[in-house]
Each structure stands twice: as structure tokens, then as C-alpha cells.
């Protein structure tokens, strides 16, 4: 006999959502591309779909945008971040792949509904030891949004000291 009510094994078999595999795939592509810049066609050549199909694929899958949910799981890991490590927000802000802390004030706030220093405050544990940790390691990408800060700061130093 024929079962009309469909299995929860069978949810990727519905029109036009990611397959479990693809799904699996993006989110595993997305965590280890956190902290670089990443580009809906290039999460969308890992699952070997086209840009547009994979985006309302993914919309449907995952109930938003393939923006929003990179920006949600940044946000994410800077929370795990702030709970973990006593490193300052721009150090967090940088390590999860956001150019700089107002841009992770910015949508830290459109996420949690809070800023991050104040969501960090409330839930630090009293008495804990605050020591400052080694910096974070800079990868390519960063270093090219922080040398071209360095050049503008200097060229303005310059005008200053003329």
C-alpha cells in the first residue's frame, strides 16, 4: 500500500530545497570561510549549483538569505568568542570575518538587540581573572584592510605635522 504522508527523511526531496548533502556541505564550507570574505557563487560552486538557484534553494531550506545566515553565524562565533576569550571586540570583530567592531556593533545589535559590549558586561563571570591574551593571528585578507589604514593614517599624519 501507498503512504501519502510524507517522511521527515523525505524533507530534502522537496521542490526546491538544498539537498541534505548540499546542505551539510554549505554549512561546513561556511564555518572553515568564516572569518574571509565570502561570495553567494563561490558557497553556491561548492554544492555545484548556479548563484540564483542555489539562493532560492537555500531561502527555502533555511528560511533566510545566504547573507543573513553568514552574518548570523558570525555573530554566533563572536558571542562564543566574547564568553571564551578575553580578547577586545575589534580583535573579535576581525577573527570572524567583519572589516572592523562598529561593523560587528551594527549587526551584533540586529541580531541580539544589544551591543556587544554591554551582552559581554552582563554575562562576565564576577571575580574572573582578565588577562590580555596574545594577539590573533592576522590572515592575508585582513592585512590588506589594515595596511591600507596605515597608509591613510600616515598620509595624514603627514598633512598634520606640514
Given at each position: ?50 548563484s540564483s538557484h542555489f539562493s532560492r534553494a537555500f531561502k527555502r531550506t533555511f528560511g ?23 580578547h577586545t571586540l575589534s580583535e573579535i570583530a576581525l577573527h570572524c570575518g567583519l572589516s ?21 558586561r552582563g554575562r562576565r563571570e564576577p571575580g574572573a581573572l582578565q588577562v590580555r591574551p ?29
Open positions: 500500500m501507498y503512504d501519502s504522508t510524507p517522511s521527515l527523511d523525505r524533507r530534502a526531496m522537496v521542490r526546491g530545497q538544498l539537498a541534505k548533502w548540499q546542505a551539510r556541505r554549505v554549512h561546513a564550507y561556511v564555518e572553515t570561510h568564516l572569518d574571509a570574505p565570502l561570495k553567494v557563487s563561490e558557497i553556491a560552486q561548492s554544492v555545484h549549483l548556479s533566510m538569505t545566504v547573507h543573513a545566515w553568514v552574518m548570523r553565524r558570525r555573530i554566533e562565533t563572536a558571542q562564543g568568542m566574547m564568553l571564551s576569550t578575553p572592523d567592531q562598529s561593523h560587528l556593533t551594527r549587526w551584533f545589535r540586529r541580531v541580539v538587540g544589544e551591543t556587544p559590549a554591554s551582552w559581554r596574545a594577539p590573533i593571528r592576522i590572515n592575508a585578507s585582513m592585512f590588506s584592510v589594515l595596511s591600507s589604514a596605515d597608509a591613510t593614517s600616515s598620509s595624514a599624519a603627514s598633512t598634520l605635522a606640514r
